[in-house]
């Protein structure tokens, strides 16, 4: 096996000198290596890629339709522009939702208006009314229709807002229009925004369930179920004996987005895509929100007694109980696993939260997160990530295809937790990789139905025959530059 090394501020400056003086300053400022008190220990972040940087990012798009809305299960979200940004984005997150294809349940399908160059020079709206018209017409149970812009859409100036309001009243149908052409902003992490904001003007309060507010009513945001995540999330939430009223937006119905004013409390699991409705929802309707992390039983169990603190000794008990009920099991689970994973080293880049949110999980299992770095992140999430990395570890922002590579050469961990542009890559260098966004067609990995399956396809990864296979290339004579 190849030998670890740990991170130094050497190691970060030999690899960007490989860049322009004035490309290797910018880039300087989003990496940084955590030293010991480490005081001056901060990375800049949520700031434009630099042109012919290879970053992952995705769009605004991509955080409105493919994150926000998307899973909004009995409503159509029409991709509002050319057929691409539609079909690339169509069934790949693995936002799993329960329901009756077609009549409850949308989210398999997608919905393009398949701009053309007439509808670029002529513009769209005509064609954004057929199709609610035929949406409502093909699909007559749908709850709701979105307009998600797609940037030729913003290009031209096509109104969708008042074409949203005028179908909206021939159909009599919720139609919310998202303004979240790709190019508004510098990563997905505006889309996300967008949503919110398009939610909190459209949806949000605009229908009251006719039932009375319960003592133990909350809604579990920024959980999108992938791989069934929130289905595991809930179960604990509701052995705890309290009720779930809303999921945001996993497996989750228009009246979930609607009705979310009527809670005693918000459980925020994605911080980073869901904390502006959570704001305004403590402004506006005083329900007070928490943030919670699901990830691995040392967490859980922290997050559900901070959770049964904002309720009574009923549910404080029951917190108990099911920390009580649930510990043995993953025990054993560790038990299994910890001696074949202990001390093993991994390096993570994914989104907005899982950076920082699934460390604690690792370390249940002995291993050690020794880089880490966000995508689209802001400065309140590298805060919260800082003081969970140990010393010299990398932190790294919008990391370049050509940056993470040469960590992953330097250091050389044991495996490697990232998306699918990296896992190929990291593949063929011979590296145990997961795919953490999707998790890899497995899930879920949240709660304590997770745990087991992540501790599972962890130790599958590591522990693969392939890899002894496959010839590493600092193992070869030639080591060739790879620039
Ligand atoms: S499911 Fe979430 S948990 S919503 Fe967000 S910040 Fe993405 S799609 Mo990919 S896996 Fe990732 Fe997070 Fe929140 Fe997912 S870390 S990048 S935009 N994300």
Redesign the pocket.
Known sequence: TPKYTPATPEMVDEVLSAYPDRAKKMRAKHITVKTEGCASCSVKSNSKTVPGLMTAR?CAY??AK???FGPVKDMVHISHGPVGCGYYSWGN?R?LAEGELGVNNFVPFQFTSDFSENDIVYGGDKKLEQICREVKELFPTVKGISVMSECPVGLIGDDIESVSKKMSKELDLPIVPVRCEGFRGIS??L??HIANDAVRDHLLGKKEREEEVGPYDVSLI?D?N?GG?AWASIKILEEMGLRVRNVWTGDSTIEMLQTAHQVKLNLI??????NYICKHMEETYGIPHMEFNFFGPTKIKQSIRAIAAHFDDYIKEKGEAVIAKYEPMMQAVIDKYRPRLEGKKVMLY??????R?VIGAYEDLGMEVVGTG????HKDDYDRTMPMMGDNTVIYDDVTAYELEEFVNRMKPDLIGS?VKEKYVFEKMGYPFRQ???WDYSGPYHAYDGFPIFARDMDIALSSPTWGLAKAPWKKETVKEVR
Do not use: K, T, W
């Open positions: 995705g991509a955080g493919g994150v926000v997150r936002n997905q992490s889309g996300h920024g999108y992938i995540d699991h994605c911080y980073r895509s869901m994914v989104g907005g939260l899982r950076p949110h966000y995508e689209f992140a998306g953490m966004h999707s």
